[in-house]
């Protein structure tokens, strides 16, 4: 099947950028998205970006597509510690279906 | 709080069983939600309402069905219970129909079969 991929940790110090990757397989994505979850509570969505986009960017967060290479990333400015967190990345195909990653694990170093 | 609530918090039960998870959208949204999170799937998307209609089928089983009701809360039934069933399952809303719609979650129900 089609998967979405992430890579399980990243460790940054507070006021660095962060930077998570994401690659998805499934050409006909329509958005891709990125959601936080923080410990012991549901998903909140970050921010989302149209496959025919290739940036947003919303206060402190980035969002790049490359739909040539389908990869996805999530820059997070100036991060703090309450950034600290698991990640996931997530394509809806059509209006059907939606896939997640794995999630990326935030952890921010004061 | 993103006003979606989800009841039980927590469930323990023995593999055959059957549960009902029931989950409240927030106030004025039509679309529900369901997701399943487990260590050994991760997230996966099983299933949406809109407005008392399916609109969207994910990974759900057939052990496994929902429905919305006329004032919109849903509830998720799993049947058959097996050890590997055993996790969180999300409910979350959203005022549109399609999946690009901002979706709220909920706190979730911790699932376990014994």
């Known amino acids: 099947g089609e998967d979405v991929e992430q890579s399980l940790f990243l460790s940054v110090r507070e006021g660095d950028s962060s930077v998570i990757n994401c690659t998805y397989t499934d050409s006909s994505s329509t958005y891709l998205y990125w959601y936080k979850q923080e410990p012991g509570a549901g998903l909140q969505l970050l921010t989302y970006?149209?496959?025919?986009?290739d940036m947003k960017q919303d206060q402190r967060l980035t969002v790049l597509l490359n739909k040539k290479d389908k990869h996805l990333s999530l820059r997070i400015a100036d991060t703090q510690t309450g950034d600290s967190a698991i990640y996931f990345c997530a394509e809806s195909v059509g209006n059907n279906d939606m896939r997640f990653g794995a999630g990326t694990r935030l952890t921010v170093k004061p | 709080d993103s006003g979606v609530t989800q009841t039980p918090k927590h469930l323990i039960t023995a593999t055959g069983q059957r549960v009902t998870l029931r989950c409240s959208p927030r106030?004025?949204?039509?679309?529900v939600y369901w997701y399943q999170q487990s260590l050994d799937q991760g997230l996966q998307f099983l299933i949406q309402?809109?407005?008392?209609?399916?609109?969207a089928k994910g990974n759900i089983l057939e052990r496994f069905s929902a429905q919305q009701f006329p004032d919109l809360h849903s509830e998720l039934n799993l049947s058959s219970l097996e050890l590997g069933d055993s996790a969180l399952y999300f409910c979350?809303?959203?005022?549109?129909?399609?999946?690009?719609?901002?979706?709220?979650f909920g706190p979730g129900t911790r699932l376990t079969v014994l």
């Open positions: 309402y809109y407005n008392g209609e399916e609109r």
């Open positions: 106030s004025g949204d039509l679309s």
């Open positions: 979350a809303s959203s005022v549109g129909p399609d999946l690009y719609n901002e979706q709220f």
């Open positions: 970006i149209f496959s025919n986009m």
